[in-house]
């Protein structure tokens, strides 16, 4: 997919990009060749300008090159190529938070899954080992985590250096009219989480859980663990997804990438605590309204 792609290159959006492919410029390759860019407003030299730093790009598996320049909802464009590289590795990362309003307070539960294994850092045990962790990524996708995520992280973990290629799933998956939370995309889906109870969690209920565990309930932090570790490993199948889907919609002759199977953590929890918490969540409303 990427080397049809000619959204990086200046003053070229999805029209024209569209009218390259339409005339037969499909790859770099056929760019490359063209002598007259006159028709499409676009002067020569830029085009295969940037298509020479395009090319040393993916050479020296430069992903931060191309993210820079992508717009974020075109950002998926890069896993197909990079995802084969086993020299790049992809973060998936969700946090979890405690409520409070100072950030440097905020983060309880940061979750990291690098397509293989999930690996968590909890507050007050290991936090701050994700500072020199996450170096070791290329690439960075999340849900929401532009608007989220990455602007916590970086305002309560000093000297922090995320991943500068960076895929955020809700801009994504919004182009495949896949829009609202994540539980409830994944149930769209078919992607939904195998226990029906964690599917029922939220953020507040992270929240609530985070403060249980601060009382001592030996349920809670593992119930938060296993609640955290069922939104990172939900992002990769969602990314093959849409990269799918959005593929179909181009007329271009791509192919598809293999879906992979959700995995279920290995994280017990304790779903008679996500009971009383629904329970006493339904208390509070019925209180509330009277």
């Known amino acids: 997919m990427l080397k049809h792609t000619f959204l990086h290159i200046p003053r070229v959006g999805k029209l024209t990009e569209q009218k390259f492919w339409q005339i037969g410029i499909q790859t770099w390759d056929d760019a490359l060749q063209v002598s007259n860019y006159a028709k499409l407003g676009i002067p020569e030299l830029l085009i295969k300008s940037f ?21 974020s909802s075109d950002t998926w464009r890069l896993y197909p190529k990079f995802s084969h590289n086993l020299s790049l590795r992809i973060a998936y990362l969700d946090i979890e938070t405690s409520g409070a309003n100072s950030y440097l307070d905020s983060i309880t539960v940061i979750g990291v899954y690098d397509g293989t294994v999930v690996k968590q ?13 996450i170096e070791e990524f290329d690439l960075l996708v999340t849900f929401n985590g532009k608007v989220f ?11 922090l250096h995320m991943p500068k290629a960076h895929i955020d799933l809700r801009y994504v998956l ?32 992270a929240v609530l859980l ?7 309930d030996p349920r809670a932090l593992p119930t938060l663990l ?3 570790a069922e939104d990172v490993v939900g992002l990769k199948p969602l990314l093959e997804l849409a990269c799918n889907q959005l593929t179909k919609m ?15 953590p290995n994280i017990p929890y304790y779903p008679e605590l996500i009971q009383e918490l629904k329970y006493w969540q339904h208390s509070q409303q019925q209180n509330y309204y009277g």
């Open 250 to 264: 181009l007329p271009l002759d791509l192919p598809l990438l293999p879906l992979s199977q959700r995995t279920t």
């Open 149 to 159: 995520d990455v602007p916590v992280l970086q305002a309560a973990i000093p000297k």
């Open 174 to 205: 919004k182009q495949i009219n896949l829009k609202g939370g994540l539980k409830s995309i994944e149930r769209q889906t078919g992607f939904a989480r195998e226990q029906d109870e964690l599917g029922q969690l939220d953020g507040y209920d």
């Open 121 to 133: 850092y909890v507050k007050g045990q290991n936090l701050m080992a994700f500072r020199d962790d």
């Open 210 to 216: 985070w403060r249980l565990h601060q009382r001592g």
């Open 51 to 71: 298509l020479a730093d395009s090319y040393l790009a993916l050479e020296q598996h430069n992903i931060s090159f191309f993210s820079k320049l992508l717009p």
């Open 226 to 228: 296993r609640y955290n």
